[in-house]
Every structure is written in structure tokens, then in C-alpha cells.
């Protein structure tokens, strides 16, 4: 999952970088307003985490930008723990759910996860896809036999693209699009090395190769 973090703050984004990657996130990181703008804009974000007090364009203003033009994204907006008008606003802006501040880094995982997979249309954390179990909270899979594989944080952003668009061809540009953050680099052989580590854990059947066109994952008994 691919996740803008926009956050003037920069001692707290670069903690939350941090968090959000161990959590399974692929995470870019816009400082302000208009560049977090342009980048929920531009980018295919899985969820948003917005703080609202930004420098120049605020986090309103972002928001209700991204709303106007039809974008959806998830958006969980960071506030003042007093700041009640601040959360109505947001709410009545487009956001879908709402921090104070502080917070522990806990339930902003909770809250982001639950914001996600309402938008995919699951109420569990847990994710059923082509004879597989993927335990999201701990970054397992388990197979049907009851055999569980332990997941790093990529191999586990990987599998769960795959098993949330089953029987889809993914094209390799979509699938870095949602995997690594903006410093990727595009040109690079990560994504074969990874499938071919998800292959060695989960069987060669369940993620086909179409040569020139990406991957197919599906159900090897379909």
C-alpha cells in the first residue's frame, strides 16, 4: 500500500516514516500544502494522512481541492486533540476519519488499516484471496494445509496487491506505482526478485508471468 504522509513537522514524519514502513506502507512525504496537493493529485495513494495546519495551502484547502476534482483517496486528517471545529470542518471537507494530537502511532495504524479496508469493502484484517490467508496485523500468509510463511514488510505490500486484485493482470508500473514510494528507482529488477521470493513461499502456480503484459495471480485451482 502507497500512503502520503503530509506533515509540516518534520521531527514527527520522519518518525512516522519510519512506523508506517515496518507497518507495511510505502510512504512519500510532502512538508506542505501545495505539494501534497499536486502529489494526492498526480499519484495513486491507497490513504492520506493529513495534518491541517500546513504552511500556505492548509489541509482544508488540500482537501477540498482533491474532493472537488473526484478524488476519493482515503483521508484521515491529524488535529489538535481540543480542536473539535477543526474536526467538523474536516469531516464536512471530505475526510474520512480523524486524529488529535498527540496520538500514539498504535491507533493511527488501527485507524488507517480499518479506513482502508472499509474502502475495499472488508471488515476484518484479514485478507482471503486465491486458496491463501494473509494476516495483516502480524504480515503472515498462511496456506490451506495450515502452513504459515513469515512476510518482510515488501514481500507483504507485494502479496497483498496481488491478493486484492485477483484474476487482474498488473503491469509492473502499477504494481511499483503502489509498492515503493516516490525515490524509487523505476528502472530497477525489484519487482522479479520479490515475486520470485513469494513464489518460493506461496508456489509457482499462484502468480503467472505474462511476458511484456506483467502478472496474473489467481487461484491455482481455477
Request: charged share 30%; net charge negative; hydrophobic share 40%.
Given at each position: 500500500?502507497?500512503l502520503?504522509?503530509v506533515?509540516d513537522?518534520?521531527?514527527?514524519?520522519?518518525?512516522?516514516?519510519?512506523?508506517?514502513?515496518?507497518?507495511g506502507?510505502?510512504?512519500d512525504?510532502?512538508?506542505?500544502?501545495?505539494?501534497?496537493?499536486?502529489?494526492?493529485?498526480?499519484m495513486?495513494?491507497?490513504?492520506?494522512v493529513l495534518?491541517?495546519?500546513?504552511?500556505?495551502?492548509?489541509?482544508?484547502?488540500v482537501?477540498?481541492?482533491?474532493?472537488?476534482?473526484?478524488?476519493?483517496?482515503?483521508v484521515?486528517?491529524l488535529?489538535?486533540?481540543?480542536?473539535?471545529r477543526?474536526?467538523?470542518?474536516?469531516l464536512?471537507?471530505g475526510?474520512?476519519?480523524?486524529?488529535?494530537?498527540?496520538?500514539?502511532?498504535?491507533?493511527?495504524?488501527?485507524?488507517?488499516q480499518?479506513?482502508?479496508?472499509?474502502?475495499?469493502g472488508?471488515?476484518?484484517a484479514v485478507l482471503?484471496?486465491?486458496?491463501?490467508?494473509?494476516?495483516?496485523?502480524?504480515?503472515?500468509?498462511?496456506?490451506?494445509?495450515?502452513?504459515?510463511?513469515?512476510?518482510?514488510?515488501?514481500?507483504?505490500?507485494?502479496?497483498?496487491?496481488f491478493?486484492?486484485?485477483p484474476?487482474?493482470?498488473?503491469?509492473k508500473t502499477?504494481?511499483?506505482?503502489?509498492?515503493?514510494d516516490?525515490?524509487?528507482?523505476?528502472d530497477?529488477?525489484?519487482?522479479?526478485?520479490?515475486?520470485r521470493?513469494?513464489?518460493?513461499?506461496?508456489g509457482?502456480?499462484?502468480i503467472q508471468?505474462r511476458?511484456?503484459?506483467?502478472y496474473l495471480?489467481?487461484?491455482?485451482?481455477?
Amino acid at each position: 500500500m502507497r500512503l502520503l504522509l503530509v506533515e509540516d513537522d518534520a521531527r514527527l514524519a520522519e518518525g512516522l516514516q519510519r512506523d508506517l514502513a515496518k507497518a507495511g506502507f510505502a510512504v512519500d512525504w510532502a512538508a506542505e500544502g501545495q505539494s501534497a496537493e499536486f502529489m494526492g493529485r498526480e499519484m495513486p495513494y491507497d490513504a492520506v494522512v493529513l495534518d491541517l495546519g500546513l504552511p500556505g495551502l492548509t489541509g482544508l484547502d488540500v482537501l477540498r481541492r482533491w474532493r472537488g476534482r473526484g478524488n476519493g483517496v482515503p483521508v484521515l486528517i491529524l488535529t489538535a486533540r481540543d480542536g473539535w471545529r477543526e474536526r467538523v470542518d474536516g469531516l464536512k471537507a471530505g475526510a474520512d476519519d480523524y486524529l488529535g494530537k498527540p496520538f500514539h502511532v498504535e491507533e493511527l495504524l488501527a485507524r488507517l488499516q480499518a479506513l482502508i479496508r472499509r474502502s475495499q469493502g472488508r471488515a476484518e484484517a484479514v485478507l482471503r484471496a486465491g486458496g491463501l490467508t494473509l494476516d495483516e496485523d502480524h504480515q503472515r500468509v498462511g496456506l490451506a494445509d495450515g502452513t504459515l510463511f513469515e512476510l518482510t514488510a515488501t514481500e507483504f505490500r507485494l502479496l497483498r496487491i496481488f491478493m486484492s486484485h485477483p484474476g487482474e493482470l498488473l503491469s509492473k508500473t502499477r504494481l511499483t506505482e503502489h509498492l515503493y514510494d516516490q525515490d524509487f528507482d523505476r528502472d530497477s529488477n525489484l519487482i522479479e526478485v520479490y515475486v520470485r521470493r513469494l513464489r518460493d513461499k506461496i508456489g509457482d502456480e499462484r502468480i503467472q508471468t505474462r511476458r511484456g503484459q506483467g502478472y496474473l495471480f489467481q487461484d491455482p485451482g481455477e
